[in-house]
Nanobody, 124 residues
Framework: QVQLVESGGGLVQAGGSLRPSCLASGRTFSSYRMVWFRQAPGKEREVVAFVSATGGRTYYADSVKGRFTISRDNAKNTVYLQMNSLKPEDTAVYYC?????????????????WGQGTQVTVSS
């Protein structure tokens, strides 16, 4: 069982930066692949970034490549999402999610554990 708690969202002007984090409980965090999804009002949940259990592989949605960086610190049971050059269209609730295994997946059905979400609002 893994419990996830996000923090670090907020309100920022376009062009600014935020760094949400996701703290996981449990002793097996290092065996879980982690992902950040986001969901804007009226839109489907979409994958933003993925990191493998060891942190050696990452994937990004085309819309955030070059602006967002996902990382993890297995000693601290934490995954981060560094978001730079934010745009109003990045406004959404951001969720971290976890699943055992290694393969990349952009389907929310893959992930067994979810945080409560953190709101990110980018003003123009």
């Amino acid at each position: 069982q893994v419990q996830l708690v996000e923090s670090g969202g907020g309100l920022v002007q376009a062009g600014g930066s935020l760094r949400p984090s996701c703290l996981a409980s449990g002793r097996t965090f290092s065996s879980y692949r982690m992902v950040w999804f986001r969901q804007a009002p009226g839109k489907e949940r979409e994958v933003v970034a993925f990191v493998s259990a060891t942190g050696g592989r990452t994937y990004y949605a085309d819309s955030v490549k070059g602006r967002f960086t996902i990382s993890r610190d297995n000693a601290k049971n934490t995954v981060y999402l560094q978001m730079n050059s934010l745009k109003p269209e990045d406004t959404a609730v951001y969720y971290c999610a976890a699943a055992p295994g290694a393969a990349y997946s952009d389907s929310f059905r893959t992930y067994d554990y979810w945080g409560q979400g953190t709101q990110v609002t980018v003003s123009s």
